[in-house]
């Protein structure tokens, strides 16, 4: 080796691209924040990122003005050819004009991913841009952020893949518009979104349309999905109702029920059941189990029946005011022949007991045939030692002979109170599977 190769150092032998793929991809902006003790070169590579992800920038204390100064200094010395990436997280109040000087300086260099989340602020900003007009994006993520998009063929968004709009006001227009225009769209979001009456999907054309997520949004009153190929659906709120009779695909649900005391939602749970019976993975609150209590009905004590023949995970999260109890989710799991997880969050909850549950509901519990032979895995999510949750662990490992862990994983909150432990019940439960280390105390 010759002595001009010895005192070469490796850096200086880079090409300028290699440079800024290795700093865009092992050293992020929000590593090289802290990480500048490196040799000149790589001190300065950092301002060729690609990816500019300044969401954890309050992370160290800084105050708003130190965080201006450094994506500032950071924009104004960034010298790489692309930036594929612009992720901001700060309250815009008094600086909305840097804020679009940023964004004009990465749409230039053909920006794929912008996300704006201004929620610092508690005020929805209109940024003076056009963002249906960008045309090499592929996700944009807008937190408190206006954005609007015509009727007519706007012509950006063609390459979208993922729409996330936070506070931000909707229309039909809209929501036809996005569908009529982004072809690729794989993902929609609409989180507290103000939207009134319908919202109304038509994405019969869409090959790659695969989850949909509507966050509280109150003043909805149904949903209409034409979605063929809709695969997930995510839902917080009030129960209303869903029409799926045009979605084919769908094996994921996620409804976060919400009570609303105006009225019993059974009923619509029920009528938007058929939908759901066919998901692989369903996650919801107990208002979806008491629209399956029994109830009288021409005399007698009814229930719905109905098969969830493809459903392998359940979870279930228990808030207070509710009915539910042990005997609505056994009978619950009866109707999913396949089921291999189950979640319980007891979070925050308490069942009480009843004189309809203490001599008719126990018994069947302690007597009755329950073959729930597929599920390997049951956690039980905010575990205190009450009674109640000791029948649950009983109840799987008494019922579900291919049972592999069961988990029992306290609160998170240091102020929720422990119970004792009954360790001689415990004893006697672990007792019923010739299993060992099937349960397991998890601390929260």
Known sequence: MSESSKKMRFPEVLSDDLVEHIMSTFLPIKSGLQSRGVSKRFRHAEIRSRYLDFSEIYSMRRSQLE?????????GKHKGSQINQLILTLNPIGVEDKILTWIKTCVDKNVQELGLDFSKSKKVIEIPIDFSAIETLTVLELKWCKFKIPDNSPKGLKLLRTLSLMKTKMTKEMIDAIFSNCFHLESLELIKCRMYGTLSINAQNHKKFKSLVVYSMPNLLN????????????????????????????????????????????????????????VHVLATTNIFLEAFSYRYSVGEMRRPTLCFRNLQEFQICLKSPSICNLFDIAEFLTQCPNLKRVSIDINGFTFEPDMFWTHHQKPKIQNGNYPLNTIEYVEIIGYKNNWHELDIMEFFVRNAKSLEKLMLIEPKSPKTALLEPDYERIANIRSISPKKNLIEFVKG
């Open 67 to 75: 965080v201006m100064l450094i994506i500032e200094d950071i924009f």
């Open 223 to 278: 949903v209409i999905l034409n979605a063929p190929t809709l695969e997930c659906y995510k839902y917080d709120g009030y129960v209303i109702m869903v029409d799926f009779s045009k979605v084919d695909a769908l094996k994921e649900a996620k409804l976060h029920y919400r009570w609303r005391y105006s009225y019993n939602p059974s009923a619509l749970v029920i009528a938007n059941m058929g939908a759901y019976t066919g």
